[in-house]
């Protein structure tokens, strides 16, 4: 997946979730106006909701693990493709960040 599809991903789930919460506290505030049978029905409607949210973060989650673990392999491939270039590239970022933390 990359990154387009990533942030179009976290971008519907934090908009399902704003949903979700302005819902439950709409339906929270008629429910407490309504009788018992109208609180029952909200409370439905709100765990559906929340059913829903919880199986995005969990499509969010996967996709996040899977591309995680592609950037792992592409990453182990190159350094084994280009093991002095992976030295030095490291040699060279050790160097910067040295030079970076001893500087005031």
Known sequence: MNATADSNARERLAQSLKHM????DHLLAKAERSGSEQFMAAREKFEAQLHHAKDELRRLEVSAIDSAKHAARATDHAVHEHPYAAM?????A??????LITRR
């Open 94 to 99: 050790g160097l910067l960040i040295g030079m």
């Open 88 to 92: 030095g590239i490291a040699a060279g």
């Open 21 to 24: 919460v302005d819902e439950a």
